[in-house]
């Protein structure tokens, strides 16, 4: 097994829409793969493998901390430490419910469960990921 990946995103527009195309790969192997965009949602949405599920695990928490979620929205979902709902509709619902409603919240949020799901499914947690 390697202990890196590299990672690239390119971009062209295609009959008048911009699309991206992501490619993962080291010495090992190389993946491609064509999204409508190239936001860090989408990449922990194509490290998650098809997998549709949020985890709040203690990685998700830390990395929204770290992102400084607002201490009312952090707090509330500390609470809810390893819950998972097991798709974006779900999880939206819930930040709504918790009244999470600020999209630069909600990023930060969602960005935190996308990446307790991916460890969650096995991506390894010390994996080096290169990136321009």
């Not at 390119?10 to 993962?24: D, E, I, L, P």
């Not at 922990?44 to 709040?56: N, S």
């Not at 909600?106 to 799901?117: D, I, K, P, V, Y």
């Amino acid at each position: 097994a390697s202990s890196y990946v590299t990672v690239d995103d390119s971009g062209a527009r295609h009959q008048g829409k911009n699309g991206f195309v992501t490619h993962m790969g080291n010495d090992l192997f190389g993946w491609f793969q064509s999204t409508d965009s190239k936001s860090r949602i989408n990449f922990l949405e194509l490290l998650r493998a098809g997998k549709t599920d949020y985890y709040l695990s203690e990685a998700a928490l830390v990395y929204m901390k770290k992102q400084q979620l607002p201490e009312k929205s952090f707090k509330l979902l500390s609470q809810l430490k390893g819950a998972s709902t097991t798709d974006k509709e779900e999880w939206l619902k819930l930040l709504e419910r918790l009244s999470i409603t600020n999209p630069r919240h909600q990023r930060f949020a969602t960005e935190g469960a996308l990446l307790g799901s991916v460890l969650r499914h096995g991506l390894c947690d010390d994996l080096t990921i290169v990136s321009e």
